[in-house]
């Protein structure tokens, strides 16, 4: 055995004793560096936002159409929403089951919700709302999502029934959909602000009166109208619903106006607006990019010759240079990004095209040759249908069309039309400039309106016809299994590309200018139409 000596222990100790303070020494140290500091949210204070669309301020707020989705989305909320990442979580309802068939979906409600009115949320009003869209004295087209899909919806807005049998009161807060058959987008259609949740007392004794000034469940509450000078409507003034279930909004209030420039937004009395203004440039302002669901296809007439053939119709789209046209639909509150894909590769499940094959003007020449088009056998003019009182940028989208064309030998010439009514009459070929925004963020919400034979868009404007195109998108409607779902989604985008009865062109994205103490705002993955002002705040 070996043993130690004094000098061992008194090294040992020496030893133990540097240690500490080297140790006291490092959180000394550490106390002296300063944190990050955590930014904490403040209460209070007033947003001011101008309108993200050129349309005019319709001063009535019914979620079965035409009025401002921000703003629906401040004062209702539906039974389900939409997270950051596209996937169903629960709004008025708490949680939800699904049988085993996939085609009952029983909601069970949050209790104590209250509608601004102070009356609280019960089933008989998820009732009431759902079949309000589906009857036919409300206005908007959002019935036909659920005629065509929930049991006996169609027989009521035929005045066949007394209800909707497929809409079912449980209990007090206890609500049951049932389905014709198997549907899988059933959540991301319930999520969509047309399906907002209305007091069913109000509405019924005060009729459309009540849209004027309603009454939902929402976290900001109706206050009063903004007013011009002359006592005109421009604008309103939502205030907190202190009572909002999640928890209640940091913003005190928020006045949403088309009549704000960007001159009040310069003088700090606006807080967020469109970029639509070069003056905004070098200021200290924040800017945020925002993609949206919306794509412009170049509709073409499917049964009017020589369309009505799939490889003239592939010559036509190989002349068009997307990049040209993307540049001419720019604008400052917009940037166009080109896209070669019908269905938007953002949802989830799709991605973008791999090959991207760009304009060859060659290529497409010698298709029309060997389609018998040569310079003694001209194509004949085309017309381009742009709506009416559309954006400034669709007039640039034509010149540059036309030019294009022209070198594949094709003549363009543009119309204007007011409603589909006027594009059904024509017949000599032509073709649609069309800017589609999704209802509710799924694959269905393009191929069943707008490539289906049976569809009255496509009636109108198409008039593409494709069967197997049809029984894909059938089997999609049933298919319970949501990978298998995205598949047949997946052959109908190759289908669509084969036939090219349009020619997809661009999506869109929104750009906002934001004043730098506007804190929160988080661009909402269907645009900034969704935008959550609950979570906003100022720091000032």
């Avoid at 140790?23 to 500091?37: D, E, G, K, N």
């Avoid at 993200?52 to 001063?59: C, D, G």
């Avoid at 009636?459 to 409607?477: F, G, I, M, V």
Wanted: some cysteine.
């Amino acid at each position: 055995m070996i043993k130690q000596g004094p000098m061992y222990f008194r090294k040992s100790w020496i030893a133990s004793l540097l240690v500490c303070a080297l140790a006291i020494f490092a959180l000394y140290l550490q106390s002296r560096t300063p944190r990050p500091q955590v930014e904490r949210p403040k209460s209070g204070g007033t947003l001011r936002l101008r309108t993200f669309t050129l349309n005019p301020f319709k001063p009535e707020f019914d979620p079965a159409g035409g009025a401002h989705v921000f703003i629906l989305n401040q004062l209702y909320d539906g039974l389900v929403r939409l997270d950051k990442n596209l996937s169903p979580v629960g709004a008025l309802a708490d949680y939800w089951m699904i049988s085993d068939d996939g085609r009952t979906y029983t909601f069970f409600l949050r209790k104590g919700v209250k509608f601004h009115h102070g009356r609280e949320l019960e089933a008989e009003d998820v009732k009431f709302s759902l079949e309000r869209l589906v009857h036919k004295e409300t206005k908007g087209a959002y019935y036909q999502f659920l005629t065509s899909k929930v049991v006996g919806a169609q027989e009521y807005r035929d005045g066949k029934a007394a209800e909707v049998v497929g809409f079912k009161v449980r209990d007090e807060y206890t609500f049951e959909i049932q389905w014709k058959s198997p549907y899988v987008s059933a959540l991301y259609l319930l999520s969509m602000d047309f399906c907002k949740i209305l007091p069913r007392d109000l509405v019924q004794s005060q009729g459309r009166g009540f849209f004027q000034k309603p009454s939902g469940t929402g976290p900001f509450k109706f206050a009063h109208w903004l007013r011009s000078p002359r006592l005109d409507i421009i604008g309103v003034r939502l205030e907190r619903n202190n009572d909002y279930f999640p928890k209640r909004p940091y913003l005190e209030a928020i006045e949403f106006s088309p009549a704000y420039t960007p001159e009040d937004f310069l003088d700090e009395k606006v807080d967020i607006i469109p970029y639509t203004s070069e003056n905004l440039a070098g200021r200290d302002i924040q800017v945020l990019e925002g993609e949206t669901f919306t794509t412009a296809f170049l509709m073409m007439s499917c049964h009017l010759a020589p369309l009505n053939n799939p490889s003239v119709r592939r010559a036509v789209s190989l002349a068009i240079d997307k990049k040209e046209i993307a540049k001419a639909a720019f604008r400052l509150d917009t940037n166009p990004q080109v896209t070669d894909n019908f269905i938007p590769p953002r949802l989830p499940g799709f991605y973008p095209a791999q090959t991207k094959e760009g304009s060859n003007l060659e290529e497409a020449k010698k298709i029309l040759l060997q389609e018998g088009f040569s310079g003694e056998s001209s194509f004949p003019r085309l017309t381009l249908f742009l709506q009416e009182d559309g954006r400034d940028s669709d007039q640039r989208i034509y010149e540059v069309l036309k030019e294009q064309l022209a070198g594949l030998g094709i003549s363009l010439r543009l119309r204007e039309y007011r409603s589909w009514e006027e594009i059904r009459s024509p017949k000599d070929p032509y073709l649609v400039l069309l800017h589609w925004s999704l209802d509710f963020p799924d694959p269905e919400n393009i191929a069943l309106p707008l490539f289906c034979s049976s569809a009255v868009l496509n009636q109108s404007l198409l008039h593409y016809s494709n069967p197997r195109l049809d029984e894909l998108t059938k089997a999609a409607e049933v298919e319970q299994s949501r990978t298998g779902r995205i598949a047949l989604f997946h052959k109908i985008e190759g289908l669509l590309k084969a036939d090219m009865p349009a020619v997809p062109l661009f999506s869109r994205q929104h750009r906002l200018a934001l004043q730098a103490y506007v804190r929160g705002v988080k661009p909402p993955p269907l645009g900034f139409f969704y935008l959550d002002a609950k979570d906003v705040w100022l720091d000032k």
